[in-house]
């Protein structure tokens, strides 16, 4: 049996600061899709891009892409202000995006959002759920901004190879930051899971759309962790 369906990524819908999220512009976009008889939306990957701004160029397999956080949600639990989201420069043009705008608008603003979240249980029950993969990924985004954003495959050797001791060794130097990552990426996640992205897959359940995101993981570094247990396990 035929069907029809569209691909399209969450940043190509229309919104009022320099992205599409998972907002309004989400919701309008299923009614659309159930109202043309389109039976599928293929989203690609949701997860946080790095040099060039690709999808399928990303650091992580787990995290999501926090441009995706719906600026407005966060407005409505007081953690925003409309006039802090006016004050920033989103790009000229609403039709195109600005990345370097962006990068530079949504990054302050996330963490002066993250600055007023209290709910700790919420923080304290998203990094206990993930502890398989955030640690990880907290202690690589803060070796990476130590190491000026350079990829892994050019850090020092015992690095890049996940040797334990200078992990350990980075750990112990790098906690404050690891430590400040881990919890802005849960407190990220907390305020996507309730406030932005259930509403979304609720309507996507509600018009009874089949969907798909793509995880893709470019980088090799974690995988590493993995091949060196397999080897130890081994031995």
């Not at 302050?108 to 955030?134: C, E, G, Q, T």
């Amino acid at each position: 049996m035929r069907k029809s369906g569209i691909l399209m990524h969450i940043t190509s819908l229309p919104g009022p600061y320099g992205v599409g999220t998972l907002g309004k512009s989400a919701y309008a976009f299923l009614g659309f899709l159930h109202k043309s008889g389109q039976q599928s939306w293929q989203m690609l990957p949701l997860t946080p891009t790095g040099y060039g701004d690709s999808p399928y160029q990303s650091c992580s397999a787990y995290a999501g892409n926090p441009y995706l956080i719906d600026l407005d949600t966060l407005v409505r639990q007081h953690l925003l202000t409309k006039e802090e989201l006016l004050g920033v420069d989103w790009g000229e043009d609403e039709s195109h995006v600005d990345f370097g705008k962006l990068y530079n608008g949504r990054t302050p603003i996330l963490k002066l959002a993250y600055s007023r979240f209290r709910n700790d249980r919420a923080l304290n029950a998203f990094i206990k759920k993930n502890a398989s993969w955030l640690e990880d990924f907290a202690l690589y985004m803060a070796l990476k901004e130590t190491h000026g954003y350079a990829p892994w495959f050019q850090w020092e050797k015992k690095l890049k190879f996940r040797d334990p001791e200078t992990l350990e060794e980075q750990k112990q130097l790098l906690r404050q930051t690891i430590c400040q990552t881990q919890n802005r990426i849960a407190a990220a996640f907390a305020l996507l899971e309730p406030g932005c992205w259930q509403p979304v897959l609720s309507n996507i359940i509600y018009y009874g759309l089949p969907w798909a995101s793509e995880s893709v993981l470019s980088g090799c570094w974690n995988k590493r962790k993995q091949d060196r247990r397999i080897h130890e396990r081994s031995i």
